[in-house]
Nanobody, 123 residues
């Protein structure tokens, strides 16, 4: 089992940047593909980005391509989401998730989820 704790959310003006972190504890971290999802009020949870177990492959949603970057540090058991050129429509609760032995963008394939961190982008 793995526990995930997100941090780094906050309030930022449009055009600004934030870096989210997700710290993992528990089982061996590098058996998990990792992902970031977000959920805005009244909307379904949506995929943002995913990274493979080694960090060699990344996937981004079309809505964040060119603006967000996902990365991981297996030694530190952490995954990051660098968010640049933020827009008001990026406002949501951002969740970190782990999928055992899988790299996927399907939320149903993820086994563990963090509690989320709020990101608010003002116009």
């Amino acid at each position: 089992q793995v526990q995930l704790v997100e941090s780094g959310g906050g309030l930022v003006q449009a055009g600004g940047s934030l870096r989210l972190s997700c710290a993992a504890s528990g089982r061996t971290f590098n058996i998990y593909g990792m992902g970031w999802f977000r959920q805005a009020p009244g909307k379904e949870r949506e995929f943002v980005a995913a990274v493979s177990r080694s960090g060699g492959m990344v996937y981004n949603a079309d809505s964040v391509k060119g603006r967000f970057d996902i990365s991981r540090d297996n030694d530190k058991k952490a995954v990051y989401l660098q968010m640049n050129s933020l827009k008001p429509e990026d406002t949501a609760v951002y969740y970190c998730a782990a999928a055992e032995y899988s790299t996927t963008r399907n939320p149903h394939d993820f086994d563990y989820w963090g509690q989320g961190t709020q990101v608010t982008v003002s116009s």
